[in-house]
């Protein structure tokens, strides 16, 4: 634990005023007590403000968890103050990580409240923050507690919602009660068409201006209304490209994971019941679920995924996804083997929409440096991968934000619609 | 990025490198008060040295050297007359400065409360000045009986093992 020091202030004030008055008095020099008359009050002063008790000092920061481009801020809190005139901290600088002031030095009298320090993560994932050091100062700057190093605190970044919505209905709901469109006929609000009037039909079905005109009784027939499986696979195997958090370049991880999020707080939204796959070196499963602590799962899940170099493509995607599902995944396609499997997921029934997200990528300057040809010859096999599932009947779209998955969805909602031959 | 500013620490604050400069110059500006008459070279070479390296680093102990050359310089050649007065205010200025400055890092920006509460002090710490000048100057030292001169050194080495006592550091 730190004690009280005397500051370089305090000791160079003292030796300032008793070497002048020593010189004054053994040695004459009666300018030099002159000179040293005020530095004679400072060191009288500062040495009378010797706080008598050593602080306890901690930090604490207002959340644990947020969102990338949120913001919190790390309290000082000093069990006795008494004597204490000023309070510096310096925090250390943590990667993805933004902090106000913006080098992490803040300082004040005690007076005006203890220095605070605010910090905003710029990037999803676990963040560590606040590792920092603080220092007090008696009066008169006379003497110094610390610099104490501060632990850190760890800080769970989920990824930004970023704005997504879609106009586009599920294509092959099969929930019980929801948003969509279902393909049956049932007791929604969505108009399917007008019939003779059957036994057991409800009263207030009945259309009477049709009725009137045709002399016979008719009724409404509406669609049921349903919720959806969705499945979100997500490519955590490699992450291309420099991340420069929200405010800059987005990695491909970046994409997937920001485009997972969007899809599902959309989903989560609408009704739906969204399950979540991970591919990664640490996979994760997340099973069928609504509602927003299930989304707050399913982010948290996101703000853990971390590539390592020895991941491995799975040989298949294992979802136990039913016929009636939508699988959305989300990857760069960089794997063939990931291909594979989700050409095979395609030809077990689901309704599968390859969201790519490689982004823009700068090729480089130098068309024939080595990184320039590797990045090329990666987007040519890439390419021809997409292209041969986009020849199986996998739509293939880019991650665009809002509206990206509609025209592929209304296609799909078509499709679903015509008899098809199912490989088992 | 200027040449300037791959010099400078990052991050170094505006009203930290003007308070920077300045703790730079007080001293030297307070030794060349003595011209026209010219302080030897070693001494001149000593304070700019002291001084640069105290504006670098507010807490290192070239600042007290620096103070107490100047200090020295002035006292040998016993000067009293209104310079003096000036070199009293530059050094002061000088240790208020640093001490400003060793409030934090440099990156810590200059907190105007703490300027101004530090600004009141050093016009407190200067109202014995005028009062030991004018004794300076009126007053014989010659006239004074023996025993006074017996109990000021007294008093300082009282104040001597006091100060050296209080600084000590605590036993845990």
Redesign the interface.
């Known amino acids: 634990?730190s004690?009280?020091?005397?500051?370089?202030?305090?000791?160079?004030?003292?030796?300032?005023a008793?070497?002048?008055?020593?010189?004054?008095?053994?040695g004459?020099?009666?300018?030099?007590?002159?000179?040293?008359?005020?530095?004679?009050?400072?060191?009288a002063?500062g040495?009378a403000g010797?706080p008598r008790r050593v602080p306890t000092v901690s930090t604490r920061i207002d959340h644990h968890r947020l969102h990338e481009g949120q913001g919190t801020t790390s309290r000082l809190v000093v069990d006795d103050l008494t004597g204490i005139e000023?309070a510096?901290r310096?925090a250390g600088p943590a990667p993805h990580v933004a902090t106000r002031?913006?080098?992490?030095?803040?300082?004040?009298?005690v007076d005006?409240g203890l220095p605070v320090v605010e910090f905003s993560p710029r990037r999803w994932g676990r963040r560590a923050i606040g590792a920092e050091r603080v220092?007090l100062?008696s009066s008169?700057?006379g003497w110094q507690w610390g610099p104490v190093d501060m632990p850190e605190h760890g800080l769970s970044v989920l990824p930004q919602t970023a704005p997504y919505d879609s106009r586009a209905e599920v294509p092959q709901p099969d929930g019980l009660v929801g948003r969509h469109r279902s393909r049956r006929i049932g007791s929604g609000t969505e108009f399917e068409g007008i019939r003779h009037f059957a036994a057991g039909d409800r009263l207030k079905r009945i259309t009477w201006p049709v009725s009137l005109r045709t002399g016979e009784l008719h009724v409404i027939t509406t669609r049921a209304e349903q919720d959806a499986g969705v499945w979100l696979v997500v490519d955590g195997l490699r992450d291309i490209g420099r991340s420069g958090g929200i405010d800059g370049a987005a990695s491909t991880l970046d994409l997937t994971v920001r485009a997972a999020a969007a899809l599902a707080e959309h989903h989560v939204r609408t009704g739906d019941r969204v399950g979540l796959l991970v591919v990664a070196a640490d996979p994760s499963r997340v099973p069928l679920g609504s509602g927003p602590r299930h989304l707050q799962r399913i982010q948290a899940v996101l703000a853990r995924i971390r590539t390592e170099g020895r991941s491995v493509a799975p040989e298949r995607l294992d979802l136990g996804a039913g016929a009636g599902s939508v699988v959305h995944v989300l990857s760069p396609m960089l794997f063939t083997p990931l291909v594979t499997a989700t050409a095979s997921l395609q030809r077990s029934g689901a309704s599968v929409v390859v969201i790519d997200t490689w982004g823009e990528r700068d090729a480089g300057s130098d068309r024939l440096a080595l990184p320039s040809l590797a990045a090329r010859m990666q987007k040519i096999e890439r390419d021809d991968r997409l292209e041969r599932l986009a020849a199986l009947g996998c739509p293939v779209v880019p991650w665009h934000g809002p509206g990206t998955l509609d025209t592929v969805l209304q296609q799909l909602a078509r499709r679903a619609r015509v008899p098809k031959v199912r490989a088992r | 990025m200027s040449a300037l500013d791959r010099v400078l620490t990052p991050g170094l604050t505006t009203g930290g490198l003007v308070l920077r400069v300045v703790l730079a110059l007080l001293p030297c500006a307070a030794l060349a008060l003595a011209l026209p008459e010219v302080p030897h070279l070693i001494v001149t070479a000593l304070v700019v040295a002291c001084s640069l390296r105290w504006a670098v680093t507010p807490d290192h102990p070239a600042g007290a050297a620096a103070l107490l050359l100047v200090g020295g310089w002035w006292a040998v050649h016993d000067v009293v007359d209104w310079r003096v007065l000036v070199v009293a205010v530059l050094l002061l200025t000088a240790h208020v400065v640093a001490t400003l400055l060793a409030h934090g890092p440099a990156t810590l920006p200059v907190d105007p409360r703490l300027a101004g509460l530090w600004l009141r002090r050093a016009l407190l710490a200067l109202v014995p000045v005028p009062v030991a000048w004018l004794a300076v100057r009126g007053l014989d030292a010659d006239l004074a009986p023996s025993w006074l001169w017996l109990v000021v050194a007294l008093v300082l080495g009282a104040l001597l093992v006091l100060t050296s006592r209080l600084l000590a550091p605590e036993v845990e």
């Open positions: 634990m004690t009280w020091r005397p500051t370089p202030s305090l000791v160079r004030a003292c030796l300032f008793l070497g002048g008055l020593a010189g004054g008095v053994v004459g020099l009666d300018v030099l007590v002159m000179l040293a008359a005020p530095f004679v009050v400072l060191a002063m040495l010797r000023h510096t310096v002031p913006t080098y992490g030095a803040a300082g004040s009298l005006a220092g100062t008169w700057a």
